[in-house]
């Protein structure tokens, strides 16, 4: 199994990813346009309802939430060529970018705050996709469905008697709780920042970048 061999710093980086995600989520809901951004399934759904309703106004930006979305996802695609997670890929890369991006969801929202929020998408889709897999193991940092879906999962399996890979549960446990403890966390700062609370997501995730840039040079000379 996959998880068995799972390495204790790819779950630490999995718990960093969430607890970013969650951040800039609760700080797309708590903006005045009430958005969500680190997961497109209500956004879709919002789609769907403007189609039906004839809201062209929101019908096109949802749209534009998705594609923005949609775009991130590309951009990792294009830069990694592989969402399997090995060391000595180019992650750096991705994150610095998704720390650009937040700047410049930060920089537009006092002014264009809906263009501001396409750039928090595309920097979620770019998180998102940039690590997907490890071993056959599906990892998602930006939302939380089947995470807890596999909770759920695991919890059956434990009332029947079945094995349940430990390093499974706590992998899905740190994304969740890391999840939930970037949105406490932006919770608290939004109110005393407003707007310059984007800054500390783009900041995580500079750090994680510069991180595994630090890895990735100890990894290519040893």
Do not use: E, K
């Not at 189609?51 to 979305?69: C, F, P, R």
């Not at 899905?172 to 890391?178: A, E, R, V």
Request: charge should be positive; glycine fraction near 10%.
């Amino acid at each position: 199994m996959p998880f068995q061999n799972l390495p204790n710093w790819v779950q630490l980086g999995a718990f960093f990813l969430a607890v970013n995600a969650g951040m800039i989520n609760v700080l797309g809901l708590m903006t005045v346009l009430h958005q969500a951004i680190s997961h497109m399934t209500g956004n879709v759904s919002l789609l769907a309802i403007s189609l039906v309703q004839g809201n062209a106004d929101t019908l096109l930006y949802a749209l534009a939430i998705i594609i923005s979305y949609v775009l991130g996802s590309m951009y990792s695609g294009l830069i990694l060529a592989n969402s399997h997670f090995r060391l000595g890929r180019r992650y750096g890369i991705p994150l610095s970018l998704v720390a650009f991006f937040i700047v410049l969801c930060w920089w537009f929202l006092p002014y264009w705050p809906r263009y501001a929020l396409l750039w928090a998408a595309v920097a979620m889709g770019l998180q998102n996709a940039m690590v997907s897999h490890y071993q056959g193991a599906i990892i998602r940092t930006t939302h939380l469905s089947g995470v807890l879906t596999d909770l759920g999962l695991a919890l059956g399996y434990f009332l029947r008697g079945l094995n349940v890979g430990r390093r499974r549960v706590m992998l899905h446990l740190l994304i969740l709780f890391g999840f939930l403890g970037g949105g406490i966390i932006a919770s608290w700062i939004y109110p005393l920042l407003q707007s310059d609370a984007l800054l500390v997501p783009a900041a995580l995730s500079l750090v994680m970048s510069l991180v595994y840039w630090l890895i990735y040079w100890y990894y290519r000379h040893t």
